[in-house]
Nanobody
Framework: QERLVASGGGSVQAGGSLRLSCVLS????????MAWFRQAPGKEREGVAS???????KYDDSVKGRFTISLDNVKSTMYLQMRGLKPEDTAMYYC?????????????????WGQGTQVTVSS
């Protein structure tokens, strides 16, 4: 059974940085696509960035140039380095994973979800 544990959220001022981590625990040898999603109060959950097992990544336009997604296959850990944070980045951030062939930002593609970590950016 796959399990995802996210951490690293917190409160920062605008312009600050945070790094989120997500550890994937699995008993299979499958290759996974992993991603970060976020959901702000009153809004739908949206994809932020995804990364495939080979390191290829995709980003939502709102975070391009500010966020960097990375994957440590040895540690089975995904990271999201967030710089230049803005108040509109405030949300609960979730990590997710699946083992299908497509690795994008479609929420419905993902089978496994972590518990979420809160990011709050003040102006």
């Amino acid at each position: 059974q796959e399990r995802l544990v996210a951490s690293g959220g917190g409160s920062v001022q605008a312009g600050g940085s945070l790094r989120l981590s997500c550890v994937l625990s699995t008993s299979t040898s499958s290759s996974y696509c992993m991603a970060w999603f976020r959901q702000a109060p009153g809004k739908e959950r949206e994809g932020v960035a995804s990364i495939d097992f080979d390191g290829s990544s995709k980003y939502d336009d709102s975070v391009k140039g500010r966020f960097t997604i990375s994957l440590d296959n040895v540690k089975s850990t995904m990271y999201l380095q967030m710089r230049g944070l803005k108040p509109e980045d405030t949300a609960m951030y979730y990590c997710a994973a699946h083992s299908h062939w497509s690795c994008g930002l479609g929420e419905n593609d993902y089978d496994y979800w972590g518990q979420g970590t809160q990011v709050t950016v003040s102006s």
